[in-house]
């Protein structure tokens, strides 16, 4: 399923939607290079509490981040049906657990709202916007507020 919003012009952009406990979340696609399952991390000592650990990927060493638990909710229970989102952020890669990718949308920058002015100093810097379409509230994710470029290079 796929949302374009009315005539899209060179502003459209797509976007990965996922879900975290009943929330709905979105990344920019460019920045997703692979959705894989879920695969036990190796935890790694004296790194941030919700970095869960690193994973081998193709020979790379991946370091998988509790997304949940970065965006200040409760830390996820991994299970089977969980998922991992490969995304590059600056020049390095991580692995985001979400419980689910519910969607690709295809959106122009008109649809996307300001992030409420109750929302905290830390949720604003991570959200872009919002988007309230077909019945849903999404929260847009500005990866690199997320992972400042000092903190990626540590996880």
């Known amino acids: 399923m796929s ?3 009315k005539a899209l012009s060179q502003e459209g952009r797509e976007l990965i939607a996922f879900r975290i406990g009943d929330q709905e979340f979105t ?5 997703v290079r692979e959705i894989r399952g879920w695969t036990p991390a190796m935890p790694m ?6 970095v869960m650990g ?3 990927l193709r020979g790379a060493v991946l370091p998988i981040v509790d997304l949940s638990l970065r965006l ?3 830390p996820a229970q991994p299970t089977a049906r969980h998922v991992i989102i490969v995304v590059q952020v600056h020049d390095r890669l991580v692995g985001l657990l979400v419980d689910a990718v519910s969607d690709i949308l295809t959106i122009s920058d008109d649809l996307i709202q300001p992030t409420p002015e109750i ?3 830390i949720e604003r810097s991570f959200a872009r916007g919002i988007l309230a379409i077909e019945g849903r509230m999404i929260c847009m994710i500005e990866l690199e507020s997320i992972f400042p470029e000092t903190e990626s290079e540590a996880a």
């Open 45 to 50: 000592p004296h790194t941030p509490s919700y």
């Open 54 to 56: 690193v994973i081998n």
């Open 119 to 121: 929302a905290s100093d």
């Open 27 to 31: 990344v920019n696609v460019m920045s």
């Open 3 to 5: 949302y374009t919003g």
């Open 72 to 74: 200040g909710m409760k």
